[in-house]
């Protein structure tokens, strides 16, 4: 459905709006992978206790 709408509103030929749909998806993997899981992982998951206590 997004990608119809999204066929559909990119300008011009179809190997331009193909190159188009692959660039949008790979800025939208790197915003993931660089902003927002980053985000995630210091917010809202509990920092990892990495000291071994000995008794």
């Not at 990119?10 to 790197?30: C, I, K, N, T």
């Amino acid at each position: 459905m997004i990608v119809s709408l999204l066929w559909r509103l990119l300008p011009g030929p179809v190997w331009f709006r193909l190159l188009l749909m692959l660039a949008l998806a790979a800025a939208a993997v790197w915003a993931l992978f660089d902003i927002v899981f980053p985000w995630i992982a210091s917010d809202l998951l509990p920092s990892p206790d990495g000291s071994i206590e000995s008794s």
